[in-house]
């Protein structure tokens, strides 16, 4: 039987309860300030830089800037509950930090995939390239990286905040999340389950089927260069890139590609340390 209590606050769980792992735990999630340094340092760049001020860097300090505000909205929050022990968190901040949350990674995907065509740009054109890339094209690729991230990110947060909850408030998760959440609500969970499925996919092969067309015609550029070392500096140019994607694509993979949000997230939340500490540093 439901008991239709009104859920003010949530607790969360963590990834562990034994107090060594924790200790290294907060010592891994230290990563954080590096990550915000390193990041933050690429945005000062490219702004104060006047040699930095082609297409390729101003997506890199987009998406350095949205690497600053997805980890900023995740890790503080799980370092205030690992240094001060306090796992409570109230319903209206859950849902404010999965909005966010989700917003970001959304955005991350599209700009992940702009920024692809702007490697095949450069690689592929290059007598072309800033005709190609000029500046309406790059405002107008940021601003339909956002825009996607809204439209991925409103039916399925429209249909959570619709969730009801019985008498647990207990999320098994380091963070806020749809799963964890999705698996506490005594509500018919089915449709919204699909949607986020839906959505995540859609976002998933339409951004990554851009980044691989890119590639296949950058690599095949690149493997037609007379020299190694122009073969060499093609290849370093997209390496972070390629290495980004491999590492975000694939911890998103797992997180959100899952029959059902009932199964348990235990092998989730390591990825999503991976997800959210180590990829952006």
């Not at 690729?141 to 409103?154: D, E, K």
Request: with cysteine; proline share 3%.
């Amino acid at each position: 039987m439901r008991n239709h209590m009104t859920i003010t606050t949530f607790i969360m769980l963590g990834l562990t309860d034994d107090p060594q792992l924790q200790v290294l735990l907060f010592n891994l999630s230290l990563t954080y300030v590096l990550s915000i340094t390193g990041n933050l340092t690429i945005i000062i760049l490219t702004v104060v830089d006047p040699h930095l001020k082609i297409p390729m860097y101003l997506f890199l300090r987009k998406f350095s800037f949205l690497e600053v505000s997805f980890t900023t909205v995740y890790i503080t929050r799980f370092l205030y509950s690992l240094s001060t022990e306090n796992n409570i968190i109230t319903y209206n901040a859950y849902a404010c930090q999965i909005f966010f949350v989700i917003l970001f990674e959304a955005t991350e995907f599209f700009l992940l995939a702009a920024m692809s065509y702007d490697c095949f740009a450069a690689i592929c054109k290059p007598l072309h390239y800033m005709t190609i890339m000029n500046n309406r094209v790059c405002i107008l690729l940021v601003f339909s990286c956002w825009v996607s991230g809204w439209m991925i990110i409103v039916p399925a947060l429209s249909l959570g905040l619709q969730l009801e909850f019985c008498d647990s408030n207990t999320v098994d998760h380091f963070k806020c999340d749809a799963s964890p959440l999705l698996k506490t609500s005594c509500s018919d969970t089915w449709v919204i389950e699909q949607m986020i499925i839906l959505v995540a996919v859609f976002a998933l092969i339409i951004t990554l089927f851009c980044v691989i067309l890119s590639y296949i015609h950058i690599i095949k550029t690149i493997v037609r260069f007379p020299s190694a070392q122009q073969r060499k500096k093609a290849f370093s140019t997209c390496s972070s890139h390629m290495i980004m994607v491999s590492m975000i694509y694939g911890s998103c993979t797992v997180i959100y590609i899952k029959p059902s949000a009932k199964e348990e997230v235990t092998i989730n939340k390591g990825v999503s340390v991976l997800m959210t500490s180590v990829a952006p540093f």
